[in-house]
């Protein structure tokens, strides 16, 4: 049976106190929103439907670049939890299956568990994803008598009794669409926040004489985001979480909680990283790849035997194929390095290739941006890049051209060719211990007229 997907994600985040809907605040890089769609996406859902309300566009954008099929429904007004749903009414009618409500701002809820909650609906028409708390604070509270979910409790309108409860309610619920979208639209407003509540519909159900159960989760999974603190012990959590994952996966950290790794990062097993690396987005290290100390690296690719740093930056579109060798204080961007290639000191690199086997002397630039628009610049195989070369792009270095040191490169190189673009020296014997002379007059004049 097809496996529907609704993801709430209508709320501000008040408590955030942000311009930016809650759910687009990043943790390892990615958009909470992403974490709950990645959780939901190991089910492999036919159907994923995203509901906005605040910062809807900007939601919807976030939603689509995660999965351009995804549908978003709109809740004009954020009239609570049951209400949301109940707006993902017209995508999902006559659908069938099964269908699994996730918040957006829980972002760590495993696939295990989600699909103990699908299997748990072999017992049960409603499945609640419940945690035992450590302090349960302001969480809904589960009621149960056995084994049996009675009715689900929120906090503002529980009795001291009920919050005596440790049994709390993650948000997420799993029903069958047909039955989820019924029970939605019989829940009412009459509690103390005046909110249209998800969870009501346990009540709902069991009057109606279906039964319902709690999957039970470990409390990390279940943290939401609602503060910047939770925000913050957010990214703690999932950054000590990944690092022991990269460990186990036979990567070498030598200083794993100076590492930040990002929700996409894939490293690749016996690939050595440095202390203090950040992986931004859209990173991909191969097996044997070394990453020295201090780097920052998003959307580019480090392929086996490439070594990286330290101190070097590889931005967006930087593809570095077998053992290429980037040193310190190196930037490169949108740019293809094929093998062996070394640029090993104090450059920049953006919108070009470079042939196998090329050499990019220190404090090369390639001049690729004329203050409007973006050039590339091609280099050959075997090229020697003199030091402090400057290659004003669009240019091109045929293979096994070599530029003087200090060039400025505005005109192609041929395949073998020499390119010399600088000034010709002067020399002037015996001039320098003249000038210094001059020099040192000139100073002592100046302290004579000051006193
Ligand atoms: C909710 C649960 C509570 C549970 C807790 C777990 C309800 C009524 N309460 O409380 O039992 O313990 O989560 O974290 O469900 N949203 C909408 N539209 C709305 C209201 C909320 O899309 O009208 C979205 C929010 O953006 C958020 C999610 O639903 O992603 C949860 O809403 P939130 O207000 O944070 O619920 P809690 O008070 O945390
Ligand atoms: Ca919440």
Redesign the pocket.
Known sequence: MPVSLV???????TRMNSDL???LHKVAGAPLLHHALQAGAALGPARVVV????GAEAVAAAARAWDETCEIVV?Q????????VAQAAPVLAGVGGDCVVL????PFIRPETLEAMLAARAHHHVVVLGFDARDPG????LLTQGEVLER?V??KDATDEERTITL????VICTDTATLLSLVAEVGNANA?G??????IVGLARRRGFSAGVVICDEAE?M?V?TRAQLAEAEAAFQTRARAEALENGVTLTAPETVFLALDTVIGRDAIIGPNVIFGPGVTIESGAEIKAFCHLEGCHVSRGADVGPFARLRPGAELAEHVHVGNFVEIKNAILDEGVKVGHLSYIGDADIGMGSNIGAGTVTCNYDGVGKHHTRIGRRVFVGSGTMLVAPVTLGDDALTGSGSVITEDVPAEAVALGRARQVVKPGLAPKLFERYRAAKAAKQKDAS
């Open positions: 993801v709430l994600a209508a709320g501000q985040g809907p809650k759910v509901v906005a309300g605040h809740q007004q954020q009239l609570g939890t049951a209400h949301a918040y957006g701002d829980t302001r969480y809904g509270r689900i929120e906090f709390c309610n993650s948000g926040s909110e249209y509540y998800l969870t009501d279940t939401g609602n």
